[in-house]
């Protein structure tokens, strides 16, 4: 499980901003990329792969199947990721929504689930930042409880800071994936001192957008051994 001594173990294997040490390629895909190329990734470098799983309470990605199999062939690390609708369903329910349809496999090969937060019909589904804080944390509690994992948290710096009030509460727990398209991470929300992840770029070759682990391939297996 991820707590703070665990995250920081992590961190001695990762990158601090401003210096130039190892990153490991990788990228995340839903059904709106129906044709990856999962083997000429693994060849040109990648090492991982998230693939989007569900949404709210009853959508299954139609493609995630598909893709988890073709990740796995590819001899890629993989990922699920759910995308949260804290407007239709507690985050208890969606966790468990999740989990019942592939959000974690304790097989050394596969990352902890995400939960990716951003807008989606509303900016912060109409939830406080008070409120949004316990819909995030019913949802990474009831993940953990069921996996010993915690979720990574998949956000940008402008969602986390208007919808949570750039909250601290998952500093200890939870890895960050940081959304930001730019030549580098820049500042990190919520009081994290850095990214686990990066998604720098919402286009990569072989399918989906750009994501880079912050550290080595020994500590992106690390990380998917829990």
């Not at 001899?75 to 468990?96: D, K, M």
């Not at 349809?101 to 989606?120: F, S, V, Y």
């Not at 993940?143 to 998949?154: A, F, N, S, V």
């Not at 710096?157 to 030549?183: E, H, I």
Request: overall charge neutral.
């Amino acid at each position: 499980m991820f707590h703070r001594a665990a995250l920081l173990a992590l961190f001695s294997s990762t990158v601090l901003m401003g210096t130039t040490q190892a990153e490991v390629q990788g990228f995340d895909i839903s059904h709106y990329q129906p044709n990856v190329n999962f083997q000429s990734a693994y060849s040109s470098g990648a090492r991982f792969v998230i693939i989007k799983a569900t949404e709210g309470t009853n959508y299954l990605d139609p493609k995630f199947s598909e893709h988890w199999t073709g990740a796995t062939n590819a001899s890629l690390i993989r990922g699920a990721y759910h995308f949260a609708r804290p407007s239709s369903g507690s985050g208890a329910a969606q966790a468990t929504f999740f989990l019942a349809r592939g959000g974690w496999t304790k097989d050394g090969r596969t990352l902890p689930g995400m939960l990716d937060l951003e807008p989606g019909t509303s900016q912060c589904y109409g939830l406080s930042a008070s409120a949004m804080v316990a819909w995030i944390r019913d949802f990474s509690d009831t993940y953990h409880g069921k996996t010993g994992r915690y979720p990574m948290l998949y956000t940008n710096p402008s969602w986390w800071t208007a919808c949570t009030g750039d909250s601290k509460a998952f500093v200890q727990t939870n890895p960050l994936v940081l959304a930001r398209y730019a030549s580098s991470p820049g500042s990190i929300p919520g009081g994290w001192p850095y990214q686990t992840i990066w998604q720098y770029a919402d286009k990569y070759t072989y399918g989906g957008d750009g994501d880079k682990f912050n550290g080595d391939e020994a500590g992106l297996k690390k990380l998917a051994l829990g």
